[in-house]
């Protein structure tokens, strides 16, 4: 990416200085500056599937609608080294002086109410070590991070144990992203509006050291209108005030075009939403679930396994049918 001299020198001085006077932690350098747009994964599922099926009478459609847009890269147990997986990526997008979107997945006991993207490391000290290797393979180069989607929705199928070891490797994490990746804004998954009430939510998020963090991503996955988010989010940053501070939120548009039907396993009738961009009622709007990529065995994507590529419910969701 290009970044002059002296800005890098005065960013660096920024990230410095107040840490020595205060005796505080430096502040992340802002990534959205440092960088000339979003990322566009060449590579995405649905760019992949377009590739491999230039005849198909969907592939247009898919390639413009969804394909060519900036999408999170998402990386879990799946990924094999994750230092080589999030280096490559975030250097592929580096190279072109784009911003990339990276959802880290991988918690133990991944999903534990959904059931259907169960897994994740294998123990608190793997995920520990799992983390400190994405984080420190971003390095200085700008990026978006969204931690462990559910994560703190899911506590009702949860003991007590297992609730403070789950706080404890997110504030661990949320802490390797400060001291690794000085130009990443990580955030904390905070469900929907649909889920966990904002007070309930904000003590999670307290506990889980969204203090440490740039703020908080809503509706990962899911389907809540952006005006519902907005609301919730506004709420949830209220509530954040008991504890000393607010923060900023992120949304997840890529399937809430059409709202919510109260289901959220491959519900019909779902649409993309408005694309990656700064602002629209939070800090930014941005597809982090890839729209066609199935939530599991279920709805209209019967059949399918977490994560899989479905050009037909891709299809669909462009139209909204």
């Given amino acids: 990416m290009s970044r002059p001299v002296r800005s890098r020198v005065l960013a660096a001085l920024a990230l410095v200085v107040p840490a020595v006077l205060f005796n505080a932690p ?47 890269g998402w990386f879990g147990n799946w990924s094999g080294n994750i230092a080589g997986a999030v280096g490559g990526y975030v250097g ?53 991070v969204v931690l462990e989607p559910d994560s703190l929705g899911d506590f009702s199928c949860m003991n ?25 804004w990580a955030y904390l998954d905070a469900g929907n509006p ?23 991503a809503l509706n990962v996955s899911n389907y809540f ?12 940053s209220a509530e954040l005030r008991r504890y000393g501070y607010s923060k900023p939120f992120v949304i997840d548009t890529s399937r809430n075009g059409n709202g919510a039907n109260g289901q959220w396993c491959n519900p019909a009738g779902r649409r993309i939403g ?25 709805g209209v994507g019967g059949g399918s396994s977490a994560g899989q590529f479905l050009p037909e419910v891709a299809y669909k969701m462009i139209y909204g049918y």
């Fill in 194 to 216: 649909g889920w966990i009430d904002a007070t309930t939510m904000a003590q999670r998020l307290n506990s889980a050291g969204v203090s440490g963090a740039r703020g908080f």
């Fill in 225 to 236: 209108t952006t005006g519902e988010n907005v609301t919730f989010g506004n709420r949830l």
């Fill in 274 to 298: 408005t694309p990656t961009q700064m602002g629209g009622g939070a800090e930014m709007l941005l597809w982090l679930k890839t729209p066609g990529e199935s939530d599991g065995n279920c």
């Fill in 160 to 184: 007590q144990n297992q609730i403070n070891e789950r706080v404890g490797m997110l504030s661990r994490a949320v802490g390797q992203f400060r001291s690794k990746a000085p130009n990443t």
């Fill in 26 to 72: 430096a502040a992340h350098a802002d990534p959205i500056s440092q960088t000339s747009g979003f990322y566009v994964n060449p590579n995405s599922s649905p760019a992949a599937w377009v590739a491999a099926n230039p005849g198909d009478g969907r592939a247009a459609a898919i390639r413009t609608a969804i394909a060519q847009k900036p999408m999170a």
């Fill in 92 to 144: 592929a997008a580096d190279a072109v002086d784009k911003l990339p979107l990276l959802v880290a997945y991988n918690i133990p006991g991944r999903d534990a109410c959904g059931g259907h993207s169960g897994g994740g490391a294998g123990s608190v000290a793997a995920y520990d070590a799992w983390i400190a290797s994405f984080a420190a393979a971003i390095g200085n180069r700008p990026a978006v």
